[in-house]
């Protein structure tokens, strides 16, 4: 199998491949073919869910629980068609892919086989993507990574290849689509808790739905990671059992191993839990978990980081809970989330670490409260959190 990297191409070793699309959370998946101008020839021509099949291309639903994917049979492509790019945009309205970078999978449609893969790197505001196309050069056929995003949709995807959008009906004095200003060059100052960012100016404080990259000047910066949790009663004399957990998914948001206090060690050693702290009390880190992110399996690709109330206290109960990122070699505190509002629930999702195409981690705070006194209790709002 070849990791592809944008502009990289391969070429197809059979004459009918399958390119699947997969991600932490839904994603609608289409497939364009282009003639020589780089347009559609007709609305024909745009294949996704309405309209599942055109000459040479078929597209097939997941229903969310595996990837969507377009098949393209290349002996069947009419002759007028040089290539057929494959599309995906988050099905949420609105959802960008920051944080949920999406993987292509090309196979052999026969056989099963898997001839690359390509994850696009750096992905933030867009809201679609052109991921891989499938194209025919001196007569043979080949793919090539793209990774080309778009800020509007996948609406614009399809009119920006000569398909026909049919728009809400607009007062007569609005401007049509194609006229709407372009986004401005340089991106807009970023709202509390959005976008990402890295470490290289040190330790850094998250908000909720903040992510930072664990790089540093560009270059990985770390193999391995604690996360420190730690509370402490809100009311003298009462004490607290909250229990610290990590869940390991896989890409298509499915469980694969929990690490808490009644399992202590998963994936082999990579994931470490301290043991179980009953009351909260004494200063420092109550639990803590040790990532070794050299050594997750490739089939982990997110992990979500939870802290339930076994004691069944509401968190308006908790005082001082926080998640902190460590350097476990040098003790230096990376990053530190405080859960500053608290909600009457028993259970909250802190923070996950999403692996990215190149083998970076990402961490983004969550702070998303839930109904769950258990970690088996979390492991469906944790998928749905990735």
């Keep these: 199998m070849t990791a592809m990297t944008p502009g990289s191409n391969v070429p197809l070793p059979a004459a009918r491949v399958t390119v699947e699309v997969a991600a932490p959370v839904r994603l609608d998946v289409s497939g364009l073919l282009l003639a020589a101008d780089g347009k559609v020839r007709s609305d024909d021509d745009f294949i996704f869910y309405n309209q599942p099949a055109g000459p040479g291309v078929t597209y097939r639903s997941g229903g969310g629980s595996a990837p969507d994917s377009i098949t393209v049979d290349t002996g069947a492509v009419p002759p007028d068609i040089e290539k057929i790019v494959v599309t995906a945009s988050p099905d949420a309205a609105g959802q960008t892919f920051q944080g949920i970078e999406p993987t292509a999978t090309i196979r052999d449609a026969d056989g099963g086989a898997v001839v690359a893969s390509f994850t696009p790197p750096g992905l933030g505001a867009e809201t679609a993507l052109v991921v891989v196309e499938i194209y025919r050069r001196n007569g043979q056929w080949k793919a090539r990574a793209v990774g080309q995003g778009y800020a509007n949709g996948l609406a614009g995807i399809a009119t920006d290849f000569g398909v026909t959008v049919e728009e809400p009906a607009q007062p007569v004095s609005a401007p049509p689509l194609p006229q709407t200003p372009p986004a401005p060059q340089a991106p807009p100052a970023p709202t509390p808790g959005a976008g990402k960012i890295n470490l290289d100016k040190g330790r850094v404080n998250l908000q909720k739905n903040q992510t930072v990259s664990l790089v540093k000047g560009g270059a990985p910066l770390l193999s391995r990671v604690q996360m420190g ?61 040790t990532v070794d992110l050299g050594r997750v399996p490739p089939e982990v690709t997110g992990l979500v980081f939870t802290v339930n109330s076994f004691s069944g206290q509401k968190f308006t109960e908790v005082a001082k809970a926080y998640c902190r990122l460590i350097d476990p070699t040098s003790g230096e505190e990376l990053v530190r989330f405080d859960l500053t509002s608290a909600e009457p629930q028993t259970g909250v999702l802190m923070a996950k670490l999403i692996r990215q195409y190149s083998g970076e981690w990402d961490m983004t705070a969550l702070g998303d409260f839930v109904k769950a006194r258990t970690v088996r209790n979390m492991v469906k709002p944790g998928g749905a959190a990735l």
Excluded: M
Excluded at 233 to 261: M, T
Excluded at 273 to 288: I, K, M, P, W, Y
């Design 229 to 289: 949790l730690g509370w402490e009663p809100a009311y003298r004399g009462k004490d607290i059992d909250l229990d610290a957990s990590v869940i390991a998914y896989g890409p298509q948001r499915n469980a694969v191993d929990s690490c808490y206090f009644g399992k202590l060690s998963i994936l082999n050693g990579a994931i470490k839990h301290s043991g179980d702290n009953l009351t909260g009390e004494g200063g420092g880190d109550d639990e803590v978990i």
